[in-house]
């Protein structure tokens, strides 16, 4: 359906001119302007306050750091002390227990020695190798010297690396080299 006004343009303008607004139309956007206002400025509140507190606990941590200070710093000192003193120890203890491994070793390779065998040398190479230069009479007093140190608890891994025929005054005789390993934490027997 079509509508066609037909009042004339004057009272077109009245008629608009006669909307207007009640004062019961404005509380409700005010109340909830004033509600979100206080909200607001009870947040602002409430995270000054906290702030404050926060700001007071640090500078009460910080004197009472300060006045530990000089007992913290004795602390560190001691531990670091502690630490020096403990290396030390441990290094007199290997000492200590590095003592006595050559005489043991060469009491121990006395043992193994064979009648009609010189030993000639004997080199120790870092902690662990052995080497035997000698001379005797006969192969077989070689192999009794061998295996005299394979039962000991103090060698392991003998090994022959040369054996060959000379003469000493005209005696013949047998030179030879022998390797093994010194395994000092086992005692002798």
Known sequence: MI?????PGE???????????????LVVPLAVLLAAGVVIAGTVLSQKTRAAALAKSIA???????????QIERVNRLAQERAELDLR???????????????R??????????????????????ASGLNLEG???SNLVVSDLMSRLERSPMFANVELQVAEHAAINEHDIVRFRVSCLVTPNRPAE
Not at 89 to 103: A, K, N
Not at 109 to 126: R, T
Request: net charge positive; proline share 3%.
């Open 60 to 70: 009460e941590v910080e004197s009472q750091s300060r006045v530990l200070a000089p």
């Open 105 to 126: 070793l060469m009491d121990e390779l006395a043992k193994c020695v064979p009648d009609h065998l010189w030993l000639v040398d004997a080199q120790q190479d870092g």
């Open 11 to 25: 009272e077109k303008g009245q008629r608009k001119a006669a909307v207007t607004f009640k004062a019961g139309d």
């Open 3 to 7: 509508r066609i006004n037909l009042l």
């Open 89 to 103: 120890l441990g290094i007199i203890g290997r000492l200590q227990r590095g003592r006595t491994q050559s005489v």
């Open 135 to 137: 001379v005797t009479f």
